[in-house]
């Protein structure tokens, strides 16, 4: 979680369940600015107080949260600990200490299996996982919240599906087991960690028949997040909004991108579809564009470029 000062100087929060130790030094480097970063869990209600109260925060962006939607069909009570009782804490600390400036990391997820593409903000919520059901149950706290206290504006963010790493090479995914999401899984195989893509499923509804799915760099997810920011501070008002390229990838489509990034042919095998799996999803990304002047400007081949040289090169 980023606790941000006047100025955009950030403060990190982060119980390193799922980072590297090295990220701050890593990011210093990048930056030239050396973080500050406090180990501590959000859930830590007094804690998150203490620090907003030290650091004079006066805006938070919230990624602290468990993202696997397979994981969270596993071990739901986990997921709603972490990304429910985790927010209600964040946001009782930041009422504490008047802090009512609010990015928050949601998920396409939100729209479970969509009745119309492209999908808009007000397309159909729902969920289909207990993940997907903590990122709602937070949206739809953040309309209660804004509606009893002006004094809120939130920034809700509905990431579609994201990947690749920083141009540096230095911060990237780096999935500690056996990866759920279809690119760490292709950047296992063509670093030879693992034998074979496992393609699930070529009988959708779609032009190869593989699931298609709306990739976004990580690096233009950041800067959508910036630029969130910087319309709670300049409307006073929140917002809803996609973050997508409102492009469509196959599964099929991806593999010969990354084959094509690391300089070689990828082996993979047509295995029976994931459960819970839907054929298509990708953005409307108009309103973001309107709202915040975000637009995805990073290519495919940025997404597998940047993936592969963060294996070759950053990984820890
Ligand atoms: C993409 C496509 C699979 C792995 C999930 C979450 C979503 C978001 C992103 C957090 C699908 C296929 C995958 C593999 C495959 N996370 N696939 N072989 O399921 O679209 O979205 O991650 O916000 O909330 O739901 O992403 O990368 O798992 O799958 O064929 O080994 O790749 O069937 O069509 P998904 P994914």
Known sequence: MALLAAGHEAVILDNFSNASPMVPERLETITGTKPIVIEGDVRDRALVSSVLEEHQIDAVIHFAAKKAVGESTQKPLMYFDHNISGFVSLTRAMEDQGVFKLVFSSSATVYGDPEQLPITESSARNHTNPYGFTKLVCEEMMEAMCAAEPRWSCGVLRYFNPVGADASGLIGEDPRDIPNNLMPYIAKVAAGDLPEIQVFGDDYDTPDGTGVRDYIHVSDLAKGHVLSLEALERDGKGHVVNLGTGQ???????????????????????????????????????????????????????MCNSSWAWLQNGKV
């Open 248 to 302: 469509g990838v196959s599964v099929l489509e991806m593999i010969n991108a990354y084959s094509a990034a690391c300089g070689q042919s990828l082996p993979y095998k047509i295995v029976p579809r994931r459960a819970g799996d839907i054929a298509t999803c990708y953005a409307d990304p108009a309103l973001a564009k309107d709202l915040l002047g975000f637009e995805a400007d990073k290519t495919l081949e940025d």
